[in-house]
T-cell receptor, first 107, second 111 residues
């Protein structure tokens, strides 16, 4: 079955420290992967997609096909990064979401 | 542009009843997808509509049905409600394969 796994429900990181949110996906040849973010009281929004290879708000995510991973990283956490983060995979136009990781940035 | 709008924002229904949720896509978008998000879970794909047809469907029973209108707005219908149908229902719209934009969701509580 198509699965996206985010092993951490909650991740607490001090401001200024590096952040890594883990995501593993089930193999599907050429995966299309995303990270979505939901800030407090806001709607779910796309943060980045692997095909664009861009950095958004200082976040990057590298696709590792060998490890079937798509971890989200940021070198220096900021307080405004506190949010719920969802990793997602598109297969046949169905977007499959992980259960999400709540990122809490400590002052 | 108000983006994706969903109505109502909250709803309480009794077991066995039927419910209709509504979604207006972002201006210019032609594809609408529906998701169910239970507490503590990620959104789960229900189905997607394009050109008034159901194009893809997730692992949901036939009690879940939908419709897309010529103006691209969409409805999600759930029959014979169960307690387990209590969740946040999200609508997302897109133009073809481009970025999907989500609505704020409808919180459905079944009692």
């Amino acid at each position: 079955a198509q699965r996206v796994t985010q092993p951490e429900k909650l991740l607490s990181v001090f401001k200024g420290a590096p952040v890594e949110l883990k995501c593993n996906y089930s193999y599907s040849g050429s995966p299309e992967l995303f990270w979505y973010v939901q800030y407090s009281r806001q709607r779910l929004q796309l943060l980045l997609r692997h095909i664009s290879r861009e950095s958004i708000k200082g976040f990057t995510a590298d696709l590792n096909k060998g490890e079937t991973s798509f971890h989200l990283k940021k070198p220096f956490a900021q307080e405004e990064d506190s949010a719920m983060y969802y990793c997602a995979q598109n297969r046949d136009d169905k977007i499959i979401f992980g259960k999400g990781t709540r990122l809490h940035i400590l002052p | 542009d108000a983006g994706v709008t969903q109505s109502p924002t909250h709803l309480i229904k009794t077991r066995g009843q039927q419910v209709t949720l509504r979604c207006s896509p972002k201006s210019g978008h032609d594809t609408v997808s529906w998701y169910q998000q239970a507490l503590g879970q990620g959104p789960q794909f229900i189905f997607q509509y394009y050109e008034e047809e159901e194009r893809q469907r997730g692992n949901f029973p036939d009690r879940f049905s939908g419709h897309q209108f010529p103006n691209y707005s969409s409805e999600l219908n759930v029959n014979a409600l169960l307690l387990g149908d209590s969740a946040l229902y999200l609508c997302a719209s897109a133009l073809g394969d481009t970025e999907a934009f989500f609505g704020q969701g409808t919180r459905l509580t079944v009692v």
